[in-house]
């Protein structure tokens, strides 16, 4: 059903790798999220919460540089002192790095805009010279004409199996390297259209699915068997259905156990393409219908 709609959305959906690790540690965490073009000129969407997680790196960043600055000549007991000061601590990140696989050919900037009132930002890349993803979204000219019980599609970068980068002992810093793999497989997933969701005003702002968006698609599309833009993945939420088991005597393994078990059902929240266009138009961004 989705077979030519998603590879047509994949040329210009994208995914957004990021590496961090905690003040004194070298375990390092792999985080992903998703974004898709809007038009060549280097518009993208992507979720306001993404947005801000790319913002903050810039500080955490900024504030460990001033640590590695300061610290050299000082003892064990000043650099605690000095990362106490700083709001530095082992149960914190220290570093963030954050890149944009396969979007552009280089970045002098990165603009972002976020919603006032839902999850949804616009990202603007600055400064390129050739990008690196094919094509453009096709936004749902017909707001209405995606109902409850339409089978939609989306498509983004949950699982992050990245691999280049390294920590350098040297420098006391995370890397990005030319060695290992530099891209996550794109992850679709299917759904119905079950409800939309409104706003405190009764504004229909939102689409909910039948299956959960999964971490790291957030920011990535929700579409049509024709590839159109029905809106974009959010959240995803997590209802009790109140179907739970205590102390429930089962025979596993040929051994008897009690189990507990409590039901929960999970739906993604999609931004609606009609919020998504009104927010195009502000800005006065260019973009297709069909």
């Known amino acids: 059903m989705f077979v030519k709609a998603i590879q047509e959305v994949a040329g210009y959906t994208r995914a957004i790798h990021s590496i961090s690790r905690n003040f004194g540690g070298k375990s390092i965490q792999r985080g992903s999220a998703t974004l898709f073009f ?14 801000q997680w790319i913002m903050q790196a810039d500080a955490i960043n900024k504030n460990y ?37 396969d979007c552009v050919d280089e970045i002098k900037n990165i603009r972002f805009v976020l919603h006032p009132n839902y999850d949804l930002a616009l990202i603007k890349f600055e400064g390129f010279n050739k990008h690196h993803f094919q094509g453009r979204a096709k936004f749902l000219k017909d707001d209405q004409s995606a ?8 498509l983004g970068f949950p699982f992050p199996e990245f691999s280049n980068f390294k920590y350098n002992p040297e420098k006391n810093l995370l890397e990005w390297t030319s060695q290992g ?21 009764g504004k229909i702002y939102g689409i909910e699915m039948s299956t959960p968006g999964l971490r790291g698609q957030s920011g990535g599309p929700l579409f049509d068997s024709e ?36 039901a929960f059902i999970h739906l993604g929240e999609c931004i609606h393409v009609k919020v998504i266009k009104e927010f195009l138009r502000q800005h006065q961004i260019s973009f297709d219908e069909e």
């Open 147 to 154: 109902q409850p019980g339409a089978m939609l599609c989306r």
């Open 227 to 262: 590839g159109r833009i029905i809106g974009m993945q959010s959240r995803t939420k997590h209802l009790h259905l109140g179907f739970d088991i205590e102390d429930k005597e089962i025979v596993a393994h040929g051994k008897s156990k009690k189990i507990n078990d409590y």
């Open 65 to 101: 540089r001033a640590f590695l600055d300061q610290s050299p000549g000082l003892s064990g007991k000043q650099q605690n002192i000095l990362a106490k000061s700083l709001n530095l601590s082992q149960d914190k990140a220290c570093e963030m790095r954050i890149t944009f696989v």
């Open 38 to 51: 809007v038009n060549e000129e280097g518009w993208a969407l992507t979720c306001r919460h993404v947005a």
């Open 181 to 201: 793999a530099a891209r996550s497989p794109r992850f679709p997933i299917e759904g119905m259209l079950t409800r939309f969701l409104g706003d405190q005003n």
